[in-house]
Nanobody
Framework: QANVQESGGGSVRAGGSLRLSCTPS???????MGWFRQAPGKEREFVAA????????YYGDSVKDRFIISRDKVKDTAYLQMNALKPEDTAVYYC??????????????WGQGTQVTVSS
């Protein structure tokens, strides 16, 4: 059973936008939230993270200036706004909660993933 649940994936043309949402099965106010992605045949890649204490955000180089991570503590939901999407953004996107950082091992709780497909 996944500890977090992603939603909002889908198909879009290059240049378009999508917003992913992440809802945990337990409160994650005390955890950092991160988004990762994995394309076929590739390793899971860090996309973005938001710190638990001060909301500081971190981004992977390939999505910087295009994606925005945010969290709503009242709704207990994290979001990933993806703009100016490119075909190379096509992947399964995973939400995770944990101690924070850019490494997979720093996140203990994972969703099952949501597919994002960007066509040229």
């Amino acid at each position: 059973q996944a500890n977090v649940q992603e939603s909002g994936g889908g198909s879009v043309r290059a240049g378009g936008s999508l917003r992913l949402s992440c809802t945990p099965s337990r409160t994650f106010v005390s955890y950092a939230m991160g988004w990762f992605r994995q394309a076929p045949g590739k390793e899971r890649e860090f996309v973005a993270a938001i710190a638990r204490r001060d909301g500081t955000t971190y981004y992977g180089d390939s999505v910087k200036d295009r994606f925005i991570i945010s969290r709503d503590k009242v709704k207990d939901t994290a979001y990933l706004q993806m703009n100016a999407l490119k075909p190379e953004d096509t992947a399964v996107y995973y939400c995770a909660s944990g101690t924070g950082g850019t490494a997979v091992v720093q996140y203990a709780y994972w969703g099952q993933g949501t597919q994002v497909t960007v066509s040229s």
